[in-house]
């Protein structure tokens, strides 16, 4: 049995009421979920929060799951709507798109590359990203998602998915540059 | 991504950090690598882009683990045990219940504020014991069997509402999961502990 299928198993008897399949459910995913939430809010209470509140939205709306997507996507489709609430209650939006050129970035990227072996200063400008870009560039490479099932958990075009994955690695590189230069 | 896509660098530019990830199908990865030949400045950025995708992957993210568990099994019981009653006169309830937490919590910050070894859960400390307290709970009853069995608040809440605890006296470990028995057949103050 794969993981998918084994998600959908899960499902199912959280929608028959089975705690134990809850439990199983939990056991295998609150730890992305965290780390998900995490990386975006940058609080750890108020990931915790998202976790459970995610897990409670999965408890509760197993039985409308439709299987047309994977089970993580919608799972990390909960987490993203429970996140941007709790963005919205501190008074706090995601970050507008802005329109950059995408021929502009042919720029030599080895001065970033150099700098980019420094993990502090990697991590610094990582942290620096707006929530909207740290949580594309998580689910890009922290969880390995493709760009359609990215555009389906964040809601937007998957054009949208690959521009805002371009402009966190644009704003990343001129981050690092200029910690180098110092 | 349409064919004529896979023939324009632009879009096949956009594309190179789902080549990183090795999310792209066949035909996707197959236009990169073509593209990647001739572009030396392309194949700088995905050894960028691959420094990046280790960076976040190696980030520690921690879990909530157990007591997020009992946190989760507990919100589900209580949606099961929740009677029907209006979305008002349940508003008004839970409204209640907030304030009576806050100056539940309160009353707690005073008693424990005084205690120089003070600190949020997770900071460091030496090993005790790991308690959730009920929501219902009083303060004074908390005080009561903290002291019944020796023990003294040291660090928390943490996200998850644990409090650490040490125990006044070194005990053996037997003595200690005595401890955690009593603590435990107090359902009505306590509703997890465990060693830390």
């Known amino acids: ?182 | 991504m349409t064919e004529r896509d896979l023939e324009n660098p632009e879009s096949l530019h956009l594309l190179l950090p789902f080549y990183v990830n090795g999310s792209l199908d066949d035909a996707e990865r197959h236009s990169v690598e073509t593209y990647l030949e001739n572009n030396p400045a392309a194949r700088t950025e995905v050894v960028f882009l691959q420094r990046l995708r280790d960076e976040v992957r190696q980030t520690d993210q921690g879990s909530l683990g157990a007591f997020g568990q009992k946190r989760l099994e507990k919100e589900i019981a209580q949606t099961r045990s929740r009677p029907a009653v209006t979305s008002t006169r349940w508003r008004a309830i839970a409204a209640a219940a907030a304030l009576l937490a806050v100056i539940q919590g309160g009353l707690l910050f005073n008693i424990w504020q005084s205690d120089d070894g003070y600190k949020m859960l997770g900071v460091g400390g030496s090993a005790g014991v790991e308690v959730i307290f009920n929501e219902t709970a009083t303060e004074a009853e908390i005080r009561s069997l903290l002291n019944e069995v020796g023990a003294t608040i040291r660090s928390g809440p943490g996200a998850l509402g644990v409090y650490r605890i040490e125990l006044e006296h070194s005990l053996e470990n037997a003595d200690i999961n005595k401890v955690i028995e009593k603590l435990r057949e107090n359902s009505a103050i306590v509703s997890e502990a465990n060693l830390d």
């Open chain 1, 1 to 182: 049995m794969t993981d998918h299928e084994s998600d959908n198993e899960l499902i199912a008897r959280i929608a028959d009421g089975n705690e134990g399949a809850m439990t199983s459910f939990y056991q295998a995913h609150e730890s992305r979920v965290y780390a998900f939430a995490l990386r975006k809010l940058n609080d750890p209470h108020a990931a915790a929060d998202i976790v459970i509140e995610t897990m409670m939205a999965v408890w509760n709306g197993a039985g409308s799951f439709k299987g047309q997507a994977k089970v993580t996507t919608w799972l990390f489709g909960i987490a993203h709507r429970k996140s941007i609430d709790a963005l919205r209650k501190r008074g706090r939006h995601m970050a507008e798109e802005l329109d950059f050129d995408i021929v502009d970035d042919s720029a030599d990227f080895t001065a970033a590359l150099e700098a980019s072996e420094n993990s502090d200063r990697l991590r610094q400008c990582l942290d620096g990203l707006s929530e909207a870009h740290k949580e594309v560039v998580h689910l890009a490479f922290f969880e390995d998602l493709s760009y359609p099932e990215i555009a389906t958990i964040v809601e937007c075009p998957e054009g949208t998915v690959k521009t805002r994955v371009f402009h966190a690695k644009k704003m990343l590189r001129q981050c690092l540059e200029r910690l180098k230069r110092g």
